[in-house]
């Protein structure tokens, strides 16, 4: 037990101060390289060409790095974290992605991982001899000679075990978030401690599931090596198995149309906000103008559908508590879908933002004609003046809180102890109708 615990914390101590190490240079290069004047359509003085607005496209906001992508980042290195807008209307949802991506690849862990994947299988390693192999040996039978209950002697395994579990987590995150600090890279502030501590909890909690399937395993059992054959089994269908069914499961049932018939949607616009003869120039900017918003409407909508279809896949894998575990981990720390949706509009309430204050700068222009036209060439009806629009021509990102994050992932941390309940009643039932008594030849 000792060799294995031992084993539990060395590993997992390398595997997330790694982790944290590799995050550390990943966010300050992103921290860096993050704009808050958006390129294209505010110049470096930080002022508007409002002659050049209505023609500009191709102005890109990029979502804050999120300073806790060590502990959960997948929504952080696979989902869009680029908007590509024109001050009219979004034009394309995207990720960036640049040579160090490709190199590094799915490379990267971090807590999460290390989590879901490695201790949990240690979890199967402090358990599985727990029941079967005192069992084998007589004592469990010498044990409940004194007048020990069951459920007592099943609570000390369990908590025994998880209590190893969550000291070997205790430690290797504590020293992790030491190297991470003098590092100097990342200054988490009080909300992202509060994050941290409903990190930590949720990770217990499925730490704590494991646990008591390594219990079940033991207490069905009747030697120690059947009971590590099928922790192995379900562990592996849990951890691998149904995730990944799961997400063919719902690209199955689920459909989403094809980038070509989103083009070929797009297309058709203009035919359904056409212009007609006799519209005078009023009119058409308008009908202009609302075809830009029309199609950014069809974008959004395509990005909610492809969110839809992901949510489908997990709601199908959340049968799983490591897809459960994934989701909540996401949540709370500010990732997955939910912080991309948030991303898109706040990327939209800037260009909203941006569009009135450009608006409100021509109409103290005398000698502009107020007439707004997307993608006008040519003589220009807008205002030629270079103003300062003040705190509107900046892009603010901002991430989600602690408490927003709680309440998205308060249903996954409700199935995470429904789990850990129903896997607890049914080693107990198990385990109280047992006999105990040694196997002879076992």
Request: aromatic content about 10%; charged content about 15%; hydrophobic content about 50%.
């Amino acid at each position: 037990m000792s060799l294995r615990f031992s084993a539990i914390v060395i590993l997992s101590l390398l595997l997330m101060v790694v982790s944290v190490l590799v995050f550390s240079v990943n966010y300050e290069k992103a921290a860096k390289e993050y704009p808050r004047r958006v390129a294209g359509l505010v110049n470096a003085e930080g002022k508007v060409d409002l002659r050049a607005i209505p023609g500009r496209g191709g102005a890109t906001v990029l979502r804050l790095p999120s300073p806790l992508a060590f502990c959960s980042g997948t929504g952080e290195r696979e989902l869009p974290d680029q908007v590509v807008m024109a001050v009219h209307g979004l034009r394309a949802i995207r990720h960036t992605s640049d040579i160090g991506d490709i190199l590094r690849g799915s490379a990267d862990i971090d807590w999460a991982f290390v989590i879901s994947v490695f201790l949990s299988f240690g979890a199967g390693l402090l358990t599985y001899k727990s029941i079967s192999g005192e069992r084998r040996d007589g004592t469990l039978t010498l044990t409940l000679s004194h007048p020990v209950p069951r459920v007592t002697v099943l609570f000390a395994k369990y908590f025994a075990a998880l209590f190893s579990l969550s000291a070997a987590l205790l430690l290797a995150g504590l020293l992790s978030l030491i190297v991470l600090r003098s590092a100097g890279t990342v200054q988490l502030g009080g909300d992202d401690w509060v994050k941290l501590s409903l990190f930590g909890l949720v990770s217990v909690m499925y730490l704590s599931i494991f646990t008591l399937i390594g219990l079940l395993c033991s207490v069905f059992a009747r030697t120690p090596l059947t009971s590590a054959a099928s922790f192995l089994f379900v562990w592996t269908a849990l951890v691998f198995v149904i995730p990944n069914l799961a997400g063919i499961a719902a690209g199955l049932i689920g459909k989403v149309k094809t980038p070509l018939e989103m083009r070929e949607m797009a297309n058709a616009i203009p035919d359904q906000l056409s212009l007609t003869v006799g519209m005078d120039n009023d009119e058409v900017a308008s009908v202009k103008l609302r075809r830009e918003l029309a199609r950014e409407r069809l974008l959004r909508e395509y990005l909610q559908s492809l969110v839809r279809q992901v949510e489908l896949g997990q709601n199908v894998a959340r049968i799983s508590p490591m897809s459960t575990f994934s989701s909540a981990t996401e949540q709370i720390v500010g990732g997955g879908t939910f912080r991309l949706m948030q991303f898109v509009q706040n990327a939209v309430h800037f260009r909203e933002g941006f569009f009135r204050a450009i608006i409100e700068a021509d109409k103290q222009d005398p000698q502009s004609q107020h007439r707004y036209v997307p993608w006008w060439v040519g003589s220009n009806p807008f205002s030629h003046r270079v103003v300062d629009i003040g705190p509107a021509n900046e892009f603010r990102d901002v991430l989600p809180s602690s408490s927003e994050g709680l309440i998205a992932a308060l249903w996954d941390i409700l199935l995470l102890t429904f789990y850990n309940l129903l896997a607890f009643a049914v080693a107990f039932w198990r385990f109280a109708r047992q006999d105990v008594a040694p196997t002879p030849g076992m």
